[in-house]
């Protein structure tokens, strides 16, 4: 009988060690809290009265230039870090973001959509399938769900307003929502690319979400950024291609193509900047 009751103690033991070992095993030198309990900076309130001036645009961040690839990378979860594009599905089908159809040209955040409307928007990430019925012997089509082709989306549509502040004295932007863009050749012969808005999400809603999801930083991986932090600091490089404008907010390949299209993009980005600089006297 104590033979037996040792026994069932050495193994209750050797049980409990495992699981304590189990608990111990961290990949890195501590389990990390900072980003689990970080909160998006709060912005200034801003008052109707203090803004004078003000310009919406919309902006395109292409994921293929280096300095944006932090929302391109990495493309499966590594260490609790994540892609932007990742994270937004991930919220969207756990109905913690909502998305707005991306074929409203009038009001981007108007028509809410649901998560499997997402994944149609991806176009084929239904694939169809011949399959041998084991009974009879004959071929009969079925369809399977396949992975969403997340690497497809390599672009980024961002709109945001500019306007100046007379309280503050100072020209300040914000972010009203993003766009993920899809990429893609209909046809694998064909060289031509086609470009597809998948969905918008509204900019503010998200904020408490991507404050949690840190990228890596190549300089100091202590001190990771938040994709919050990228957004707010404005750690990317864009370009814009289209303004709010009298012609049904008509975009900059309407009426501009190739070398032309690139100076009116410029044109616009120095108006912007030129009104606060108007303002002042030397």
């Known amino acids: ?94 109905k913690r973001i909502t998305a707005f159809d991306a074929t409203i040209s009038d009001n981007e955040f108007k028509e809410p959509i649901s998560y499997s409307q997402v994944k149609q928007e991806f176009g084929d990430s239904i694939k169809h399938i011949k399959v041998t019925d084991l009974n009879t012997g004959n071929d009969r089509d079925s369809t399977i ?51 597809k808005r998948l969905f918008w999400v509204y900019y503010p809603e998200i904020r408490p979400i991507l404050a949690k999801q840190e990228t890596l930083n190549e300089f100091n991986e202590a001190r990771g950024l938040s994709f919050d932090d990228i957004f707010i600091t404005r750690k990317f490089d864009g370009y814009i291609v289209k303004e709010e404008n009298v012609y049904n907010n008509r975009s900059i390949e309407e009426y501009a193509t190739g070398e032309y299209a690139f100076k009116e993009s410029e044109r616009i980005k120095n108006s912007i900047f030129d009104y606060e600089q108007d303002l002042w006297e030397y």
């Not at 709060?42 to 932090?70: A, C, G, M, Y």
């Not at 396949?146 to 914000?174: A, G, H």
Request: proline share 5%; aromatic share 8%.
């Open 1 to 94: 009988m104590k033979k037996l009751v040792l026994i069932i103690t050495l193994v209750l033991i050797g049980a409990t060690s495992q699981n304590l070992l189990k608990a111990q095993v961290i990949d890195g030198l501590f389990a990390k809290k900072t980003t689990i309990d970080r909160k998006p900076a709060p912005l200034p309130v801003i008052r109707e009265s203090d803004v004078i001036w003000s310009k919406t645009v919309w902006r395109i961040i292409d994921f293929r230039e280096k300095s944006n690839q932090h929302f391109y990378y990495p493309t499966r979860d590594i260490q609790g870090r994540n892609n932007l594009v990742n994270i937004l599905l991930k919220g969207i089908e756990d």
């Open 145 to 195: 769900q396949s992975e969403l082709p997340v690497r497809d989306v390599k672009q980024l549509e961002v709109k945001e307003i500019w306007f100046f502040d007379k309280q503050k004295s100072t020209l300040q932007v914000r972010i009203l929502g993003i766009c993920p863009i899809r990429v893609f050749k209909k046809d694998p012969k064909d060289s031509t690319f086609v470009r």
